[in-house]
Nanobody, 119 residues
Framework: QVQVVESGGGLVQPGGSLRLSCAVS????????VGWYRQGSGEPRELVAN???????NYANSVKGRFTISRDNAKNTVYLQMNSLKPEDTAVYYCNVHDVRRGLRYDYWGQGTQVTVSS
């Protein structure tokens, strides 16, 4: 069983920055993708950014140019650097590990970390 633990959330003023961390119990470079999702109050969960096994990245249009996803394979950790935060970025942020083995899809989720952007 893959364990996923997020950290780094908190309260920040508009325009501020936060860095989220996602620690994974297995080698992150072996998975198809590791990504960050978020879910605002009353909203569906949405993809924020992910990083694929080969290192390529994808971002939601709403965060392009402000958020950066990166990974440290030696630490099995994925980061989400969030700059120029806006109130609409307020949500619970979840880390997801996605894999495919023998034709079966696997998804592992962390418990989530709250990010609140408010003055």
């Amino acid at each position: 069983q893959v364990q996923v633990v997020e950290s780094g959330g908190g309260l920040v003023q508009p325009g501020g920055s936060l860095r989220l961390s996602c620690a994974v119990s297995s080698s992150i470079s072996s998975f198809v993708a590791v990504g960050w999702y978020r879910q605002g109050s009353g909203e569906p969960r949405e993809l924020v950014a992910n990083i694929l096994s080969g290192g390529s990245t994808n971002y939601a249009n709403s965060v392009k140019g402000r958020f950066t996803i990166s990974r440290d394979n030696a630490k099995n950790t994925v980061y989400l650097q969030m700059n120029s935060l806006k109130p609409e970025d307020t949500a619970v942020y979840y880390c997801n590990v996605h894999d495919v083995r023998r034709g079966l899809r696997y998804d592992y989720w962390g418990q989530g970390t709250q990010v609140t952007v408010s003055s």
